[in-house]
């Protein structure tokens, strides 16, 4: 079973952080939405955060994880928010089994292949000698040596946690996560277009959708729009927030 953040009764508004990432990502924005007259579920994924560990890597079986979900919390008619990872296991899901849908919000990932670009940062990740970390500044201090990106590390350093009293390590399963950065990319199929009103949205300093995109975006869903928030990175919820909600409050309405 998939590890969860509910809170607040309503509409189910179920949110899939990105690569690395855990359901603790959104909880500012989730709480907001709680606070609009949803349920808002955050989602720790496969392999991420207090949620279930496994050998495998698939955005099928990601997508089963959420049907499952939604199933033993008996969900239907839900919002499904997911961000690169995650919007990819939402664009799945969507194909897969949509008549679960009520909307889908997919934040800066397009249904498309994109190269592997996460070496670095898994690299930073394995050379962290858990033997000698006895802080989180020490984590810190290490990880800096390899990834400089003062929030690269605070977003990173969100999954550090305390195995016991004299040792730390990180809740994400850094060995098949490491070894399936490969996967992440990928470019999964849709067999038929998707009916379910879609709002793509992405930062307008990202580069993860281009405006050449749109024909393959609106191949796969048929009711799909796209907004942009400017100057906004591949972070777009954590660096323009307000932007963010508006606009996903202005397409939940």
């Known amino acids: 079973m998939l590890h969860s ?10 949110i899939l952080h990105g690569f690395l990432g855990m359901a603790d990502n959104w909880k500012t924005l989730g709480t907001k939405w709680s606070e609009n007259g949803y349920q808002v579920h955050l989602i720790d994924q496969r392999n991420h955060g207090r949620s279930l560990q496994s050998d495998t890597f698939s955005y099928e079986i990601m997508a089963e994880d959420i049907k499952e979900y939604c199933d033993s919390h008996k969900l239907q008619n839900i919002i499904l928010l997911g961000h ?117 949205i992405r930062g307008g300093n990202s580069g993860y959708i281009l405006d050449s995109d749109m024909m393959l975006i609106e191949h796969a869903f048929a009711k799909a729009e796209l907004k942009t928030i400017k100057r906004a990175g591949h972070w777009l919820h954590a660096e323009k927030p307000q932007e963010f909600y508006s606009y996903v409050e202005d397409f939940l309405i």
């Not at 800066?108 to 970390?133: M, Q, T």
């Open 84 to 200: 690169s990872m995650g919007g990819k296991v939402a664009m799945k899901f969507a194909s897969l089994y949509e008549s679960y849908l009520d909307k889908l919000i997919i934040a800066d990932i397009a249904p498309k292949e994109y190269a592997p670009h996460h070496s670095d940062i898994i690299n930073g990740l394995r050379s962290i000698d858990f033997d000698v970390v006895k802080s989180r500044n020490d984590a810190d201090e290490m990880l800096g040596k390899v990834i400089p990106d003062f929030g690269t590390r605070q977003f990173l350093l969100k999954s550090l946690y305390r195995v016991d009293a004299n040792r730390y390590g990180w809740r994400f399963n850094l060995e098949v996560l490491g070894a399936a950065q490969d996967k992440v990319g990928i470019q999964e199929p849709i067999i038929k277009p998707v009916n379910t009103p879609t709002l793509f």
């Open 5 to 14: 953040i509910i809170l607040g009764e309503g509409q189910p508004f179920l």
